[in-house]
């Protein structure tokens, strides 16, 4: 695949998603000098070391880079390592989960609201443990917070 440095209207896509979750410092403060594009059939947005990315252009095809911090389509999403990334800072679009809702969601499956201890937001919300430990992406209706991914999807499927 093609690396290249973000464009301009990239980091414009980037800073739109990371401002659903975050508070405007950090999306201000956020290295976007770490991030670079692969172009394959999609853009595939990687988070590395400056170091890394002065050193790819040695090499020819670069199947992936450092973590993958999401994807940009129409729109860009962030992927789970990019919610990961930026977990701690997360203050908009969340979910609090007991801990059976907690090892249910880590097996791919969904969580009830009575499982939830507390929620922020609507849509697609990052999910956490009690310890506010990032656990997955869900969608929430109000209802219902439907699993997308989760940590467990690596050794299930991803790995």
Same mark, same amino acid.
């Given at each position: 695949?093609?690396?290249?440095?973000?464009?301009?209207?990239?980091?414009?896509?980037? &800073?739109?998603?990371?401002?659903?979750?975050?508070?405007?410092?950090?999306?201000?403060?956020?290295?976007?000098?770490?991030?670079?594009?692969? &172009?394959?059939?999609?853009?595939?947005?990687?988070?590395?070391?400056?170091?890394?990315?002065?050193?790819?252009?040695?090499?020819?095809?670069?199947?992936?880079?450092?973590?993958?911090?999401?994807?940009?389509?129409?729109?860009?999403?962030?992927?789970?390592?990019?919610?990961?990334?930026?977990?701690?800072?997360?203050?908009?679009?969340?979910?609090?989960?007991?801990?059976?809702?907690e090892a249910l969601f880590l097996y791919?499956?969904?969580?009830?609201? &009575?499982?939830?201890?507390?929620?922020?937001?609507?849509?697609?919300?990052?999910?956490?443990?009690?310890?506010?430990?990032?656990?997955?992406?869900?969608?929430?209706?109000?209802?219902?917070?439907?699993?997308?991914?989760?940590?467990?999807?690596?050794?299930?499927?991803?790995?």
């Amino acid at each position: 695949m093609k690396v290249r440095k973000l464009k301009n209207a990239e980091i414009n896509l980037i &800073e739109e998603e990371l401002s659903k979750y975050t508070d405007k410092d950090f999306v201000k403060s956020f290295k976007y000098e770490n991030l670079i594009v692969l &172009e394959g059939k999609w853009l595939t947005v990687c988070y590395t070391n400056i170091e890394t990315i002065k050193k790819l252009n040695m090499f020819q095809d670069i199947f992936s880079v450092g973590n993958v911090f999401g994807e940009i389509k129409r729109k860009f999403r962030l992927s789970l390592e990019g919610f990961t990334l930026i977990s701690p800072n997360i203050i908009n679009n969340y979910a609090i989960v007991n801990e059976k809702a907690e090892a249910l969601f880590l097996y791919g499956r969904d969580i009830f609201k &009575e499982s939830i201890i507390e929620v922020k937001g609507f849509g697609r919300i990052a999910v956490f443990n009690k310890n506010r430990e990032f656990l997955g992406i869900g969608l929430f209706d109000g209802k219902i917070i439907k699993n997308i991914k989760d940590k467990g999807w690596y050794l299930r499927e991803g790995g």
